[in-house]
């Protein structure tokens, strides 16, 4: 997996407007970009556990239809379950599934595949795959419980993810503050050309609450409350 701050050539594909306007027509505004990470499957490599990518669960716009996070990912191949395709559960953005009870994503044992039988790396029988055509644009709500098939094939399978922030100044001040935070470490250094590329999507928050307001109970930012029934 490799974070966007090292690539700035990402620049176009985070402007790119087709799927910006394709935002607006869903009613997104003030979308603003977070980061992206381009992760590369190899073959023969395990499943990817089940997830959700949101961390504003205090906000109240994570328990509402706008979601405060969303996710564009560009699957550079086709993909399918023999080679790693996405797998989703259907309405777990908006509902209590039994994944919301156990644990939170990106810790260092469930990423190194420690234990096969977490049940994170089930089949569940409410799961879809969804199979994309190399090129084509998945967008997602960052609340849904995804995961990803094993890739059983002999090629590479790859994925640029990028995460939009929509209605970024109705978010509440401290989580405001370590997106915004977040976002710049990463990206600026990136030469003005491509800054200039979205320039409209760079956080902007001038406020006087430290990143470390978050971040200091970022398990409680990464789990819903009983707010999500
Ligand atoms: O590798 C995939 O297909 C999914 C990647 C993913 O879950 C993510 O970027 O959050």
């Given at each position: 997996?490799?974070?966007?701050?090292?690539?700035?050539?990402?620049?176009?594909?985070?402007?790119?407007?087709?799927?910006?306007?394709?935002?607006?027509?869903?009613?997104?505004h003030?979308?603003?970009?977070?980061?992206?990470?381009?992760?590369?499957?190899?073959?023969?490599?395990?499943?990817?556990?089940?997830?959700?990518?949101?961390?504003?669960?205090?906000?109240?716009?994570?328990?509402?239809?706008?979601?405060?996070?969303?996710?564009?990912?560009?699957?550079?191949?086709?993909?399918?379950?023999?080679?790693?395709?996405?797998?989703?559960?259907?309405?777990?953005?908006?509902?209590?599934?039994?994944?919301?009870?156990?644990?939170?994503?990106?810790?260092?044992?469930?990423?190194?595949?420690?234990?096969?039988?977490?049940?994170?790396?089930?089949?569940?029988?409410?799961?879809?795959?969804?199979?994309?055509?190399?090129?084509?644009?998945?967008?997602?709500?960052?609340?849904?419980?995804?995961?990803?098939?094993?890739?059983?094939?002999?090629?590479w399978?790859?994925?640029?993810?990028?995460?939009?922030?929509?209605?970024?100044?109705?978010?509440?001040?401290?989580?405001?503050?370590?997106?915004?935070?977040?976002?710049?470490?990463?990206?600026?250094?990136?030469?003005?050309?491509?800054?200039?590329?979205?320039?409209?999507?760079?956080?902007?928050?001038?406020?006087?609450?430290?990143?470390?307001?978050?971040?200091?109970?970022?398990?409680i930012?990464?789990?819903?409350?009983?707010?999500l029934?």
């Amino acid at each position: 997996m490799i974070g966007s701050g090292v690539y700035p050539e990402l620049a176009y594909l985070i402007g790119n407007p087709k799927p910006l306007e394709a935002l607006g027509a869903m009613n997104y505004h003030n979308n603003k970009f977070w980061k992206a990470v381009i992760i590369s499957k190899s073959p023969g490599s395990p499943r990817l556990y089940w997830h959700q990518d949101c961390m504003m669960w205090q906000d109240p716009s994570a328990y509402s239809k706008i979601s405060p996070m969303l996710f564009f990912m560009y699957y550079l191949e086709d993909t399918n379950r023999n080679n790693g395709c996405l797998r989703v559960i259907p309405g777990s953005h908006r509902h209590r599934d039994e994944l919301h009870g156990m644990g939170a994503a990106h810790q260092k044992e469930i990423n190194r595949y420690e234990n096969p039988d977490d049940p994170r790396f089930s089949d569940y029988p409410n799961e879809i795959d969804v199979p994309i055509k190399s090129g084509d644009l998945v967008i997602g709500y960052g609340r849904i419980f995804h995961a990803a098939h094993s890739n059983d094939s002999k090629r590479w399978r790859t994925v640029i993810t990028i995460w939009i922030l929509p209605y970024f100044d109705n978010l509440i001040e401290k989580v405001r503050s370590w997106f915004n935070n977040d976002y710049h470490i990463m990206h600026d250094d990136w030469p003005d050309t491509s800054l200039k590329k979205y320039q409209s999507l760079i956080p902007n928050y001038n406020g006087s609450v430290k990143p470390a307001e978050m971040i200091q109970d970022i398990e409680i930012h990464r789990t819903p409350d009983s707010r999500l029934k």
